[in-house]
């Protein structure tokens, strides 16, 4: 009979699909399960996660790959989206619904908050968070204090979701920098602790004391001794791969959705031109701050192909099969009207304003948005590399499979070597690799991450 293979268990909780993955001590993936729940309202009739049925389906896929006699876990760690807290109270019984960081915040509790404590420019300077209502975490629990004083009272800790997971299986409360340090509203970046205002509100004692991302609890699950860990931010997560792999200083840019500027190399503190332009800051896994950009590529591309192709009457996926070409760009860099750039703190490009019959075919309209949403993301990752030595770009995510996309990048960034980065499950691997000393009696491999260069076009000009 074959030994069993020790693994580390993730759990990797995004907001649409919930996954469970093994990880061997090379940091294979030797098993994969995925998930998705129909969301549930909370008091307010507002779509929010179904918090029971992640917690029933957290503890029956514990259960599942515990039992594979293939495996052998030796450890477990946690990996979820951020601003989101888990309320619990003296008996570690959660108090309200899972809120959604996208529910609409009060206007007037805003306006009391920021007029309490310096205005909006002077309080997301300091604590690198530009003012995005729910989705700065710190201000859901300010609102529950003033709107359920009842339930704030009852709150023994306020868990951010990957240390919820945590507590669910070792019975500790922890709180993680990387997730009490990404756009919170929460951490006073300068003075490297909580800011005064959640000092003031007396929201401090709500937190459980701040435990570094490399702890681990030993737990006893029906008879397996498990090595678990206090959970990540998914975002921060994703960038550990990179510090363990480059020394040099890189950027990240991380495509999704949201296209992402990760730049952990840029310590300079957030300018008010940079907080207007959604630049923020995270903690890395080792406290340290990571300067960022975003704007909404992921979700302007495949709004934007949607309409091309109801234009051109082809199929949804059209994009796919569209080919690099030089003398279409060049074409329509020369002969394009231009649009005027929009002051819409870098969100979207131009191309959304722009007239689909100007266009001879598809291959031509989508070359104009992959020049447009380029043109864009140069100008939303310059704001994080002025001022530092980086002189790499590593892109991940879906733009990184996209060869349009990243021939223009290294022609927009022609002195900097740009790379398509893959690996096996980014965010999972990041979350196991934090914990890497408690489980894996193996060095840290060398060949986490492939990368493929990309070479600028010189003819063709991306610039601000």
């Not at 495949?302 to 796919?320: D, G, L, M």
Request: glycine residues 6%.
């Amino acid at each position: 009979m074959m030994a069993a293979i020790p693994v580390i268990a993730i759990f990797d909780i995004g907001k649409t699909n919930k996954k469970v993955f093994l990880f061997n001590e090379d940091y294979k993936v030797v098993y994969e399960r995925t998930a998705r729940f129909a969301e549930v309202a909370d008091e307010d009739g507002y779509p929010c996660e179904d918090l029971q049925t992640l917690t029933d389906w957290f503890f029956a896929s514990l259960q599942e790959i515990t039992s594979l006699d293939k495996f052998s876990i030796k450890a477990i760690n946690f990996s979820t989206y951020g601003a989101s807290f888990v309320y619990i109270d003296e008996s570690g019984r959660a108090l309200t619904p899972l809120y959604n960081y996208l529910k609409p915040y009060p206007e007037q509790l805003k306006t009391k908050f920021y007029a309490d404590y310096g205005g909006e420019v002077t309080l997301s300077g300091e604590t690198a968070s530009p003012v995005l209502g729910s989705l700065n975490s710190g201000m859901q629990l300010y609102r529950l204090k003033y709107e359920r004083p009842d339930v704030f009272k009852k709150i023994k800790y306020a868990l951010h979701l990957p240390q919820y997971l945590s507590f669910l299986v070792t019975g500790e409360a922890y709180t993680d920098l990387t997730s009490i340090g990404c756009h919170t509203g929460l951490w006073n970046f300068k003075a490297n602790d909580y800011h005064h205002w959640v000092k003031n509100e007396g929201l401090v004692v709500k937190f459980a004391a701040v435990a570094p991302a490399h702890i681990t609890a030993n737990v006893n699950y029906h008879g397996h001794n498990i090595k678990a860990g206090s959970g990540l931010h998914d975002s921060s997560a994703a960038l550990i791969p990179y510090l363990v792999s480059f020394h040099e200083p890189f950027l990240l840019l991380s495509t999704g959705t949201w296209s992402i500027s990760l730049n952990p190399f840029n310590h300079a503190p957030l300018t008010q031109d940079e907080l207007l332009n959604d630049c923020l800051c995270y903690l890395q896994y080792k406290g340290k701050p990571v300067k960022a950009s975003r704007f909404l590529a992921g979700l302007e591309h495949e709004e934007q192909t949607a309409r091309i192709a109801k234009h051109f009457r082809s199929p949804h996926n059209e994009y796919k099969h569209v080919r690099f070409d030089v003398d279409v760009l060049l074409n329509l860099q020369q002969n394009a009207p231009l649009i005027p750039a929009q002051h819409n703190g870098l969100k979207t490009s131009v191309f959304p304003q722009r007239d689909l019959s100007v266009f001879a075919n598809y291959s031509e309209a989508y070359h104009q948005l992959m020049l447009d949403l380029v043109q864009r993301q140069y100008e939303s990752t310059r704001l994080v590399l002025k001022g530092t030595a980086v002189k790499k770009i590593f892109v991940d995510g879906g733009f990184s499979k996209n060869s349009i996309f990243m021939h223009l990048l290294a022609s927009a960034f022609p002195d900097m070597e740009i790379y398509a980065a893959s690996m096996a499950q980014a965010t999972a691997m990041g979350t196991a690799l934090a914990i890497h000393k408690s489980w894996n009696r193996l060095p840290l491999p060398h060949n986490l991450i492939t990368l493929q260069y990309f070479s600028a076009t010189s003819e063709i000009k991306i610039c601000a």
